[in-house]
């Protein structure tokens, strides 16, 4: 059905043993720096694109410098569309296994589409499942960043990198090792930075990962209007971040609410001690 991806797969068995048979652990996953990386499959000719990007039909391009570029109205018009994540257990790798230290959603100055890993500089990062590297770049925000074009239309995206191992076009599996933990870009410690798209929409990741167990948690996404629903929520919402000196009065009155309010929205009493810094849900 797909020359390329059937090839790689016969190249896979024959060269290793990880693709079958992926572990969860640092120090017994086998690593795989190398990915399939031939001048037939770079030098393509524009016509097999069908063929050789995943979802080519959906997107229609493959563009290789922009990250996020289709700024569509999808979530506005979305027909629901069941997408398949995997077909059997070793089709997922979870990228890192850390702790979040950053969750999806609201941060003080921007919203972050992502969730962040705690890791350290150095350590693997892995692919979550196969598919085609879109961006393999520096950026100035994101730092080294790789986007990868999932088979289903899915992207991925991980950020921050100290050094990246694959390159633009190739064909990456599950659990092959795409770059280095770091701290490079906007970025305060090292950790790495996990996005999900769709047709360029943020997904929460927590619709498909559970990050505490690090594994995937259904088979098949269920992408309607609801799943991105909470993104436009979230955005819509306004908060505050207590400053010295101010009150719940002060707040309520600037923002021309009410203390009690105030209260509801973050469940506080009226006599609750406000700390510096505190983020406060507005509406
Ligand atoms: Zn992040």
Known sequence: MWPVKNWIIIVGLITTSDFFGQNHGYSSFQLKEHTINTPELIEWNINDSLHRIPTYDVYCHW??????LYNSPFKYSIDTTHLH????????AHPHFGHISSEFGHRKYRFHYGIDIKLEKGEPVLAAFEGMVRIAKKSKTYGNVIVIRHPNGLETLYAHFSELKVKVNDYVQAGDLIGLGGNTGRSYGSHLHFEVRFKGEAINPIYLIDFENCELKTKNLKISKTIFQETIDLKAAKYHYVRQGETLSHIARKYGTSVSKLCYYNKIKESSLLQIGQKLKIQ
């Open 63 to 68: 563009d290789t410098s922009e990250i996020h």
């Open 85 to 92: 994540l995997i077909y059997d257990e070793c089709d997922y």
